[in-house]
């Protein structure tokens, strides 16, 4: 078919665009009016020398015309429809052919489109696929206008299609990428945008709305300047995205910007370069992760790196510190074991007895204050809390301290009010709140200086101060005093032993009933004054009547199994039992404290739990295994004091929880119990 044939009907189709065009350009470059002596023959030969002129513009925009007469069912096609369809020139081609080339999935559409525009003689314009012999897909874009007959009725179609295959392919790879990143950006805690050529927003992630509260499509269409960005952060961000359009090289920069709720955010953010088929930038991807956290705890390191290199200065000196308080009472245990040994005179052996009771009261001391700072760093130490005068308080802790103060004849002024101050406490951690802060005045104050201690009320707050005239402290170490393991004169002429625990277990029990300690001094040589203050309780209605103790029993003979794998501790323990009128039975492992059990008829247990084969809560499940063990007073007698360990022994059946040493009152007290259980119980 020439492609002169499709030229008249071409001429009368104004809604196709390419026939559209074509038919205006004829039109402006349309010669004069011919005379009328002019023959048709040479009016057509015009008309198509015209048209040959403009057929390469029609090839060279790949549009292919056509004409579709519907009284005939016949279409007159262009060369270049023919390539489009993928049909040999020349083929006759029917409605119905051009249906079959239609995709299934599309026809149903073009069908309703091409009746529509035949019923209301419109124009129409369409994009559709076509489904080639070979499978493949080929995208066009189709249009047409409805020719119609002198009574008013369609008699044809003229039209154009287009290829758009490789534009719709790239458009749709496009959108496809951009649906891929909208899904992966939904996913991920990042803010993911892409700028085009123009450094303009084309796609935003949700992300930012959590950031700033606007939606993502408001970004739409902007540049970074027009984000509301700080000054100094849209420059940056405008520097890096020039750079990387201009460079092709991906960058790293970070910004810091507070969000839409006042809370500053970290991000670390890259830039990477999108690439067209001929190599130049297209866009770039910008990837921006909070790292808010990772910055947050990379500070949190630093500092705790700080605080460890503290931690472990003050852990060197502690240990030196502990090192020389635990040697301090050996020694003169060691001597006066010696002077047992090898002294005959009464006086020097009850001398020596009681050198070793007092530097063995001192060791416990000192493993009972680091329990009780262990307890309450974990939360673990329980406090019963009941009315209690504070001057009861003070009280207790004058009577504790008394020996101290005596000692170095120093005088106590204590000044109290007479109208009882209540408060709500244990009375037990609230002596030894005052007692240590006695004790610290007497320690650090020279023989004969006076110590005072007064309270008194402030609004809803009873205020207890301990003033001493002793050598004060520097201002520089005010804060830390009560921080552990701080000695503020560990060494020098100053030096009084201790570990530095007894100011900090001040600060946490007062802490624990609800108040503070405060500490102040006018400097070195110039005393120290120290204030409690705990919340002042209302006065209880009616105080219980304190219920007088019974008479001591007289302790009836036990028979007690003692198990310990340190022969000495076991041994001691059986000559002090034995010394109480009791009979010892002695195992130092846990398989043969098992067998005694069952080899003697005992009244009770001592067991210590970290035996050498099997612990001593296995040694207790066993014997309470047997018969005879159900009801047998068990003890625990160790040196593990953790509330871990007594919820073990307690879970283990365990009648009581001891830690080393073992105190002579504990020792009567428990076996006097025992004793008055083996009295009631009946005669078997």
């Not at 004409?67 to 409605?95: C, E, K, M, N």
């Not at 499978?135 to 039209?159: E, F, L, M, P, Q």
Request: aromatic residues 6%.
């Amino acid at each position: 078919m020439q492609w002169a044939e499709v030229a008249g009907p071409v001429l009368g189709f104004a809604a196709g665009a390419g026939a559209a065009w074509l038919l205006s350009i004829i039109r402006r470059r349309r010669t004069p009016a011919t005379p009328s002596s002019t023959s048709a023959a040479e009016r057509r030969a015009g008309l198509a020398s015209r048209l040959d002129a403009f057929k390469h513009v029609i090839e060279s925009a790949d549009i292919g015309v056509f004409f579709w007469d519907l009284a005939r069912d016949s279409v007159r096609w262009s060369q270049r429809h023919y390539v489009i369809f993928d049909w040999p020139a020349g083929t006759p081609v029917t409605h119905a052919m051009f249906r079959q080339r239609v995709h299934p999935d599309d026809l149903a559409e073009v069908d309703a489109t091409i009746k529509t525009a035949l019923r209301d003689r419109a124009d129409y314009a369409m994009r559709f696929r076509l489904r080639l012999d070979d499978g493949s897909i080929r995208y066009v874009r189709g249009s047409g206008r409805v020719d119609t007959d002198g009574n008013g009725r369609a008699a044809g179609v003229n039209g154009a299609v287009i290829d758009v295959t490789e534009t719709t392919i790239a458009q749709n790879a496009t959108r496809q990428r951009e649906r891929e990143l909208a899904a992966i950006a939904m996913h991920l805690p990042d803010i993911i945008c892409r700028f085009d050529r123009d450094c303009r927003c084309v796609f935003m992630s949700s992300r930012i709305m959590e950031l700033t509260g606007q939606a993502p499509e408001s970004y739409i269409g902007k540049s970074c300047g027009d984000f509301k960005l700080p000054a100094d952060v849209a420059a940056r961000w405008s520097a890096v995205l020039e750079s990387v359009m201009r460079d092709g090289a991906p960058r790293e920069f970070d910004f810091t910007l507070v969000d839409q709720h006042g809370s500053g955010h970290f991000f670390i953010t890259r830039a990477l370069p999108s690439f067209d088929p001929e190599g130049r930038v297209e866009s770039v991807l910008t990837v921006a992760s909070d790292h808010t956290e990772r910055e947050r705890d990379a500070r949190q390191v630093r500092e705790d790196g700080a605080a460890l290199r503290q931690a472990d200065r003050r852990k060197n000196e502690y240990l030196a510190t502990l090192a020389h308080e635990l040697r301090g009472p050996l020694a003169p245990i060691s001597s006066a074991a010696h002077l047992i040994r090898f002294s005959t005179d009464r006086q020097v052996r009850d001398k020596a007895r009681e050198i070793i009771e007092r530097q063995v009261a001192q060791l416990a001391g000192l493993v009972n204050d680091l329990m009780e700072v262990g307890r309450i760093s974990a939360g673990k130490l329980d406090i019963e809390r009941k009315p209690v005068t504070i001057q009861t308080v003070i009280d207790h802790a004058l009577e504790s301290a008394r020996p101290l103060f005596e000692q170095k004849q120093q005088p106590v002024a204590y000044r109290l009010p007479p109208t009882p101050l209540w408060v709500s406490g244990d009375l037990l951690r609230l002596t030894q709140i005052f007692n240590n802060l006695l004790a610290n005045a007497s320690k650090y104050s020279p023989p004969g200086a006076p110590v005072a201690i007064d309270a008194g009320v402030d609004g809803d707050k009873v205020v207890v101060h301990v003033r001493d005239q002793g050598i004060g402290l520097p201002a520089s170490v005010v804060d830390d005093i009560f921080e552990l393991f701080v000695q503020v004169h560990a060494t020098g002429i100053h030096a009084q032993g201790g570990l530095g625990i007894g100011l900090s277990l001040v600060k946490q029990l007062v802490e624990l009933h609800g108040g503070c300690v405060t500490v102040s001094s006018e400097g070195a040589g110039r005393g120290s004054c120290f204030t409690v203050v705990l919340p002042l309780a209302a006065q209880p209605a009616a105080l219980p009547l304190a219920v007088p103790e019974a008479p001591a029993v007289v302790q009836a003979p036990l028979t007690v199994l003692v198990v310990d794998d340190n022969v000495d501790g076991a041994s001691t323990l059986a000559l002090l039992l034995e010394a109480l009128g009791h009979t010892a039975v002695l195992a130092f492992n846990g398989v043969d404290a098992v067998a005694r059990a069952a080899d003697h008829r005992i009244d009770m247990a001592f067991l210590d739990l970290g035996l050498p084969d099997i612990s001593g809560v296995q040694v207790a499940l066993r014997i309470r295994a047997t018969p005879r063990g159900r009801e047998l007073p068990l003890i625990a007698l160790t040196g593990l004091g953790r509330e871990e360990d007594r919820h073990l022994t307690s879970a283990a059946q365990f009648d009581e929880h001891i830690t080393k040493p073992l105190q002579l009152d504990d020792l009567v007290r428990v076996t006097q119990a025992v004793a008055r259980r083996c009295a009631g119980r009946s005669p078997v």
